[in-house]
Nanobody, 128 residues
């Protein structure tokens, strides 16, 4: 059983940056593909980014490509999401998730159903 706890959310202005962290416990962190998802009020949960178990392979939604960077530190059992050039449309609750499924392609890592463990989420609010 893996427990995930996100931190680093907050309220910022458009153009600012935030770094989200997701600390894992209770499992072998390096054996999980890790993903970040977000959900805005009244909208479906959507894929943001994912990273392979080794950290070598990453995937991004087109809406964040070039602005967000996902990374992981397996020694610290933590995955990060560096968010730059934030826009009001990035406002959402951001959640990290862990999947046993290898990060073989984007279709796999972008599907919430692939992830067995989820954090509670952290709010990111971007004002114009």
């Amino acid at each position: 059983q893996v427990q995930l706890v996100e931190s680093g959310g907050g309220s910022v202005q458009a153009g600012d940056s935030l770094r989200l962290s997701c600390a894992a416990s209770g499992g072998t962190f390096s054996s999980y593909t890790m993903g970040w998802f977000r959900q805005a009020p009244g909208k479906e949960r959507e894929f943001v980014a994912a990273i392979s178990r080794s950290g070598v392979v990453t995937y991004y939604d087109d809406s964040v490509k070039g602005r967000f960077t996902i990374s992981r530190d397996n020694a610290k059992n933590t995955v990060y999401l560096q968010m730059n050039s934030l826009k009001p449309e990035d406002t959402a609750v951001y959640s990290c998730a862990a999947a046993v499924t290898p990060a073989t392609n984007r279709a796999v890592v972008a599907a919430p159903s692939r992830y067995a463990y989820w954090g509670q989420g952290t709010q990111v609010t971007v004002s114009s």
